[in-house]
């Protein structure tokens, strides 16, 4: 099993900037591909920003330019930089893992249906 923990959720003003960490524990593997997700409330799940094994990245449009997803592998940890927030980016956000090797394409990165492991999310409040 692999457990993801995320934190640096919180409370900021519009224009703020905020880093999400999540940290990946037990059976991991060396060739899974992450991503971050999130949920507003009444809202669906959305893919914010996925990154591969072999750190090929892509971005929701929405957050394009804004957002920096990066990954410490030593630290087995995975990052969400967020600059810019908007009102719009509050949401419960997730990080998600699979569970195994992933090859897949670039833009396959965003799709929730390929990701085995989830944490237990940290709430990002943006404020106008």
């Known amino acids: 099993q692999v457990q993801l923990v995320e934190s640096g959720g919180g409370s900021v003003q519009a224009g703020g900037s905020l880093r999400l960490s999540c940290v990946a524990s037990?059976?991991?593997?060396?060739?899974?591909?992450m991503a971050w997700f999130r949920q507003g409330p009444g809202k669906e799940r959305e893919g914010v920003a996925g990154m591969s094994f072999d750190d090929r990245t892509t971005y929701a449009d929405s957050v394009k330019g804004r957002f920096t997803i990066s990954r410490d592998n030593a630290k087995n940890t995975l990052y969400l930089q967020m600059n810019s927030l908007k009102p719009e980016d509050t949401a419960m956000y997730y990080c998600a893992a699979t569970a195994g090797d992933c090859y897949v394409a670039t833009t396959t990165l965003l799709l929730f249906k390929i990701y085995n492991y989830w944490g237990q999310g940290t709430q990002v409040t943006v404020s106008s």
């Open positions: 037990g059976h991991t593997y060396s060739r899974y591909c």
